[in-house]
């Protein structure tokens, strides 16, 4: 029997480099996305991740943009390195495993599907997704939103669809935005992958691997769940013509220490044994 995995990734700064929503600013000629998204955070009104959404439903600033310009900023949304290769070796990985790969991201779902074109099919693809006014062409208001929360109902969604269990689950993220899904992966033995080094995805997510090339989220995915050694996972990236320079494994203790400013007994040898 073929065993049968579902691997979601999100999309800003895990597939791409880029943010949407400041691609976006730049093509729409303005830049003050990070302090709009700072000021969202600060009052806690919308979940992490749909901030560009509801700047173009609900800011003046936002409030021109059109479908085309969706689709212009994915055109100019910068892809990692090896996007197009990740996802078709994951058609081959190995025999007798089935890789599903699907998309969920709270980025506008036109922008994700055009900077993944002939890359990801667009059902295959989860990102937040408007209605606009047929007269104006302006955002109306949104269908719905895969963010925080809303990643795990399309994921729950999509592993009901294929029949798998919990643990064949694989989400690879990058910040705070994808805390919620991984918590809950995380319950069911799921494989968890951080692409970046934020404090707090690191420390939920069960492996964390940060390169420029996509391909090396399949190391953690070879290792887990393939079981493959070193030399093996080497010689798979040796037959798409790739060579891993470097592969070291870090665990780094973040510890921060200040003086007190009150006197305090220094314990004794005895007290700390104890």
């Known amino acids: 029997m073929t065993k049968q995995f579902l691997l979601a990734s999100d999309f800003d700064q895990t597939l791409s480099f880029n943010d949407s929503g400041v691609v976006l600013s730049e093509l729409i000629g303005f830049h003050g996305f990070h302090d709009k998204v700072k000021g969202l955070a600060e009052m806690n009104l919308v979940q992490q991740g749909a901030e560009l959404s509801y700047l173009i439903l609900h800011d003046p600033d936002f409030r021109n943009v059109r479908r085309e310009h969706l689709l212009e900023t994915g055109k100019r949304i910068r892809l990692k390195h090896d996007v197009a290769l990740f996802a078709r070796a994951l058609d081959n990985l190995a025999e007798g495993y089935k890789f599903h790969f699907n998309v969920i991201s709270a980025a506008p779902q036109e922008i994700i599907e055009s900077a993944l074109e002939g890359i990801v099919p667009p059902d295959h693809i989860f ?29 729950e969604e999509l592993r009901s669809s294929l029949g798998i269990s ?18 809950h992966i995380n319950q069911y033995d799921g494989l968890t992958i951080a692409v970046s080094e934020a404090k707090f995805i690191t420390r939920v997510a069960k492996r964390t691997v940060v390169s420029d090339n996509a391909m090396s989220v399949l190391v953690p995915v070879c290792e887990k769940v393939l079981r493959w050694d070193s030399a093996k996972i080497r010689r798979f990236f040796a037959s798409y013509g790739l060579t891993m320079l470097e592969w070291e494994k870090v665990r780094t203790d973040l510890v921060t220490i200040q003086d007190s400013s009150e006197q305090v007994p220094v314990a004794t040898a005895s007290q700390l044994n104890a």
Request: aromatic residues 8%.
């Open 127 to 155: 990102g937040t997704r408007f209605r606009y006014k047929e007269a104006t062409g302006e955002v109306d208001s949104i269908i719905r939103a895969s963010a925080g929360w809303g990643k795990i109902t399309v994921l």
């Open 166 to 183: 919990h643990d064949s689950i694989i989400y690879m993220g990058d910040g705070s935005s994808d805390l919620p899904v991984m918590m």
